[in-house]
C-alpha cells in the first residue's frame, strides 16, 4: 500500500524542476508510505511519476518504485495488492519461450510484465486486487490511470491550466504550481446532502476522482487543453448488477453456503500474504467475526485482532469482540475510549480526510487504525457485506414498513409527519419515556421522515440523506447539482426494494463513504487495510443470489450467517445491528460547544459566502436550545467550516 502523485505536461519541463516538484506532491502524502520514497521524470515528454512506498511485499529495493518494466517501455507509479500476483506469474512463465528472470518478489513487478504482455486492457481484467495506478508508456508517449473495481484505492486527476495532475489525495495535487483549487459551491451541497461527495466529483472544480472499474488513458493532451477524454470502464458494477437481475442462482442453500465459504476462504487466504505484521478489525458482528473466522482456520498461530469501545456503555459494543475473540482463540487487543479521546481527534479530521466528509463513525475508524498501526502494519476488515448481503436496517425493515404505510392515503401520513415534526424534543422524548425507548425524539423524526416517503424509491433517498435539501441553507448553487441519483435506472429491472437499495449502496454509499473512510483513517496511520467481501469474485456471487437468501422475515445475512455457524455459535453473534456510532449530537451541544460556535459564527459564514448564516445560526440554535436535535445536519456543516478553516490557513 502506498501514495501516488505525478503530473504530466506534454509541452515539456525542466527536469530538475519537475523531480523537486514531484517530490513535493508526493512529500504531502507521506503517511501513505513511510518507508521510502521515489521520483522518475522525462523532462521530454513532460511526465513526472512520483511514489511513496508502505512496504509490505518484497521489502527489498527490487520493490521500489517508480519501477520500470524490463523492456523499459513502462514506467508505473502504484498503489495496492494484485492478490492473484502469484497465478499471474505461473501464467506469464508458462507463456514466455524462455525463462524469465524477476528481480524481486513485488506485484508490481508482475503488474508491469503482464502489461508488456497482454496490454493494459486485458491486464486490468486479469486483476484480482485493490490499487490505483499511473503507467506511462515511452513508446505511445501514453498516461493510464486506472482504479480497481469496487473503488477500494483513491485516484485524484485535474486538468489545472492545461496539465493534468493525479494523485492518491488531494493534497498531493496541491503543491503544483498550476493546480488552482477553486471550490465548487455545487460539490458543497452534495457533501451537505449525502455527507460525502461521490465519485468523479470532488470538492475542487476540473479535479475529478477516477470512477471505480475504469481506466483513462493521455496521449498527446495539449499546452492549454480544456477538456480530458472520458474514462473508459473495464469492469462495471452496474453491468453485473443488471446482468445478475434475470439470472439469480437457483440452488440449494446449504450449496450456495458451501461455494461462498470458498470463494471467502479463497480471498481471505490471498489476503493474508504479507512480509511484516498482519491482523484484522474484530467488532463481533457478522462480517468481521466471518473474516477473522477464515484467517484463524487458515494461520499457524493465533490471528492478532483489534476492537475499539466507548466507556459510554450505550455506544459500546467492544465485549461481544471479546467473546468472539475468546471462541476463535485469537491475540486479541482492546481499546476503550472516553469522550475526551474522541474529540481529540476531531481537529485533525480534516487534514485527515482531504476534503469535506461528515459521516461521524470516521471518529472510531480513526481510533481503531491508529491502535491497530501500533501492533501491525496490514489489517483485514469485514467493510462490504452489508450491501452484498442485506446488512443494514434500511433493508431489514422495508418491507414491513412500505407495506404497512402503503394502506394510509399519501396525504394523511404526510400531515401525520408535519405534526411529528412540529413537537419540540422534550414532548417526543415525553411521549417515548413509557415505552423505555431512548433517543426518542430522533427516531419519532426519522419514522416520520419515511412516513411521508412516495414509494420506495423516495423511502431510501430519505433515509441515505443527511440533509434533503441543502440550497435551504446555501448562498450560491454551483457547477454540480446537489440531487443526482445515479441509481434511478437500477428500478427498471430489479423489482424488490431491498435489492435496489443494496444495488444503490453498493454502487454509491459504499464507495463514496465507507471506503473512503476506511482509506483515509488506515492510511491517515500508515495502516493498510484489505476487504475480502470485496474480492470481485465474491461481489459478483453475492449479486446473483437471490433476495430470500440475504433477507427473510426482518433478518439479513442469512447465507452469510450459514457460513458464519460453522465456526462461532449463533448467542455469540444474534443482536442487533448498530454500526459504529458516536453521541455527536451530545458532544455538539456538550464538550463541542465552543468548537461548533466559533465555526459557526454569523459574521463568517457571512464573509466566507457559502451558507446563508440566518439558516444555519436558526438551526444551530435548535438544537443547543434542546427544542429540536440536529446532529447530522450540524456534523455535516460544521466538518464544512472545518475544512474551509484548514484551507484558507494552508
Known amino acids: 500500500m502506498c501514495g501516488i502523485a505525478g503530473f504530466f505536461d506534454p509541452a515539456g519541463f525542466n527536469a530538475d524542476e519537475a523531480a523537486a516538484t514531484a517530490n513535493r506532491m508526493a512529500n504531502a502524502i507521506r503517511h501513505r508510505g513511510p518507508d521510502d520514497s521515489g521520483v522518475w521524470v522525462d523532462a521530454e515528454a513532460g511526465i513526472a511519476l512520483a511514489h511513496r512506498r508502505l512496504s509490505v511485499l518484497d521489502l527489498s529495493p527490487s520493490g521500489h518504485q517508480p519501477m520500470h518494466s524490463r523492456s523499459g517501455r513502462y514506467a508505473i507509479t502504484y498503489n495496492g495488492e494484485i492478490y492473484n500476483h502469484h497465478d499471474l506469474k505461473k501464467e506469464l512463465e508458462r507463456a514466455s519461450s524462455s525463462a524469465m528472470q524477476w528481480a524481486g518478489h513485488s506485484d508490481t513487478e508482475v503488474l508491469l510484465a503482464c502489461v508488456e504482455r497482454w496490454g493494459i486492457e486485458d491486464t486490468l481484467k486479469r486483476l484480482t486486487g485493490m490499487f490505483a495506478f499511473a503507467l506511462w508508456d515511452r513508446a505511445s508517449r501514453t498516461l493510464t490511470l486506472a482504479r480497481d473495481r469496487m473503488g477500494e484505492k483513491p485516484l485524484y486527476y485535474g486538468l489545472q ?38 465519485a468523479p466529483h470532488s470538492i475542487y472544480r476540473r479535479v475529478w476522482k477516477l470512477m471505480p472499474g475504469t481506466r483513462l488513458s493521455l496521449h498527446g493532451v495539449g499546452t492549454g487543453a480544456t477538456e480530458l477524454p472520458e474514462p473508459i470502464p473495464y469492469w462495471s458494477l452496474r453491468a453485473v448488477i443488471a446482468e445478475a437481475a434475470g439470472n439469480s442462482f437457483i440452488v440449494d442453500e446449504v450449496e450456495a453456503a458451501l461455494q461462498l465459504e470458498g470463494l471467502l476462504t479463497d480471498a481471505v487466504g490471498r489476503q493474508m500474504e504479507s512480509d511484516v505484521p498482519l491482523g484484522a478489525f474484530l467488532s463481533g458482528g457478522i462480517d468481521s467475526s466471518t473474516i477473522v473466522a477464515l484467517m484463524q482456520a487458515q494461520a499457524r498461530g493465533p490471528v492478532k485482532t483489534f476492537t475499539v469501545g466507548f466507556q459510554e456503555q450505550a455506544f459500546n459494543e467492544a465485549h461481544h469482540a471479546k467473546d468472539v475473540a475468546r471462541h476463535l482463540g485469537t491475540d486479541h487487543t482492546e481499546l476503550l475510549v472516553t ?312
Not at 176 to 190: K, L, N
Not at 426 to 436: E, M, Y
Not at 528 to 547: G, I
Request: glycine share 6%; aromatic share 8%.
Open 161 to 198: 491550466n492545461g496539465i493534468v495532475l493525479f494523485g492518491s489525495e488531494l493534497k498531493a495535487l496541491k503543491p503544483h504550481p498550476a493546480f488552482q483549487g477553486v471550490i465548487d459551491s455545487g460539490a458543497v451541497a452534495m457533501q451537505l446532502r449525502y455527507s460525502s461527495i461521490p
Open 339 to 650: 469522550a475526551q479521546d474522541a474529540l481529540a481527534i476531531i481537529p485533525e479530521l480534516p487534514e485527515l480526510y482531504d476534503e469535506p466528509f461528515s459521516d461521524s463513525s470516521q471518529i472510531p475508524t480513526a481510533l481503531i487504525a491508529r491502535l491497530t498501526r501500533h501492533h501491525v502494519t496490514v489489517a483485514l476488515s469485514g467493510d462490504g457485506a452489508d450491501e452484498l448481503f442485506g446488512g443494514y436496517n434500511r433493508y431489514l425493515a422495508a418491507s414491513s414498513i412500505l407495506s404497512k404505510t402503503a394502506r394510509i392515503p399519501l396525504s394523511i401520513r404526510r400531515r401525520v409527519a408535519d405534526k411529528v415534526n412540529a413537537l419540540p424534543d422534550t414532548a417526543l422524548d415525553f411521549l417515548g419515556r413509557p415505552l423505555g425507548m431512548a433517543e426518542t425524539a430522533l427516531k419519532m423524526r426519522k419514522f416520520a421522515n419515511v412516513l411521508a416517503a412516495r414509494d420506495a424509491d423516495e423511502y431510501y433517498q430519505r433515509l441515505i440523506t443527511t440533509i434533503r435539501n441543502p440550497y435551504h441553507l446555501l448562498k450560491a448553487r454551483g457547477d454540480t447539482p446537489a440531487n443526482q441519483n445515479p441509481c434511478l435506472a437500477i428500478s427498471d429491472f430489479l423489482h424488490d426494494p431491498e435489492l435496489r437499495m443494496m444495488a444503490c449502496d453498493a454502487l454509491t454509499y459504499l464507495p463514496n463513504d465507507i471506503l473512503v473512510k476506511l482509506d483515509r483513517a488506515s492510511m491517515g496511520a500508515s495502516l493498510e487495510t484489505r476487504a475480502p467481501f470485496l474480492d470481485h469474485r465474491v461481489v459478483e456471487f453475492a449479486l446473483h443470489l437471490p433476495l430470500y437468501m440475504k433477507i427473510r422475515r426482518g433478518r439479513g445475512k442469512l447465507l452469510l450467517r450459514k457460513v458464519l455457524g460453522r465456526y462461532v455459535p449463533d448467542e455469540l453473534i444474534e443482536r442487533p445491528k448498530t454500526g459504529f456510532a458516536v453521541p455527536i449530537g451530545n458532544w455538539l451541544s456538550g464538550p463541542l460547544k465552543e468548537w461548533a460556535e466559533h465555526l459557526l459564527r454569523a459574521g463568517r459564514l457571512r464573509n466566507e459566502g457559502f451558507f446563508d448564516a440566518e439558516a444555519v445560526r436558526a438551526l444551530w440554535q435548535e438544537h443547543v436550545s434542546g427544542r429540536r436535535s440536529h446532529p447530522h445536519q450540524l456534523w455535516a456543516i460544521v466538518m464544512f467550516q472545518a475544512w474551509l478553516e484548514r484551507e484558507q490557513n494552508t
